[in-house]
């Protein structure tokens, strides 16, 4: 049985902070996500790999129990090969910290399982490796376990997912499909209804689709992580929108109307004589939807852009020279 080192898998320090775990986590599951990947074998063995690190760093009592065993983890596997409590010669858990009668692991007790209990836990082959069943609570030698879990039953791991929504998916809402592949492999289809208003850093819960629990525990969620792609017209700046007007230069002398783009449509701006370029204008209520009260928008903010003449004809340079010298009379 290889030794998993799981500090080398997610890429930390024997010393790292759960968030920096689960940040680590976060961005190698998105590097390797099989559906980032179709295809590729690698990829998913790597996936798997994460998954299993995170499973036992991301669980403070597992961390713990992994980081004592060490560099003694060996003698625990001879033991267990040996005929572990079925030879009689209990195996030493005080070196560890570990007291399967109590203390703070008294977790665990030792009994031959049935082939079914096993699947029932694990299915066919097991959604971890060898090193993780052995010591987490998996299969030993022969394909039977010794060792059963006898902890209340705990909810399953949150995932978080990133998501890309357009500025109008963000505007209106939207329902979006899309496939899930989790640590065994297994594929589910996936219906989520983004709400109106969300913006970048937005989390859409999708409750109970998230890794599942042990023991009879219930699933976890699944979190998506919301990112609006950028427009070619708006900017967003929390709940408004700026979007830079293009205004003809004769209408920005002698006032007028102008067509103005929203994310609900088109509406006219009336713009007075003699508009300054770079002038702003404010459209209230024409912003986004606030994510809490979707009924209620914020501004959306229309600058002047004044846009000059090319290709002046014959007679229009000629009335601009005629200008030009009544500004100089």
Known sequence: ME???????MGVDKKATEKEIKQAYRRLAKKYHPDVNPGNKEAEAKFKEINEANEVLGDPEKRKKYD???????NYEQWQQAGGQASGQPFDWSQFGFAPGGGSGARYQYQNMTEEDLQGLFG???????????????P???G????????RPRRGQDVEQPIEVSLEEAFHGAT????MTDANGSSRRLEAKIPAGVQDGSRVRLAGQGMPGTGGGQPGDLYLIIQVSPHHLFERKGDDLHLKLNVPLTTAVLGGEVEVPTLNGKLMLKVPPETQNGRSFRLKGKGMPKLSQPQQHGDLYAEVNVVLPQRLSKKERELFEELANLQKA
Not at 68 to 74: S, V
Not at 144 to 151: D, N, P, W
């Open 3 to 9: 030794y998993k080192d799981y500090y080398k898998i």
């Open 68 to 74: 004592e065993l060490g560099a003694n983890w060996k």
């Open 124 to 138: 066919e082959s097991g959604p971890f490796s060898g090193f993780y069943q052995t010591f987490f609570g998996g």
């Open 140 to 142: 030993g030698p022969g």
């Open 144 to 151: 039977r376990s010794q060792r059963r879990a006898t902890a």
């Open 176 to 179: 979006r499909m899309f496939q």
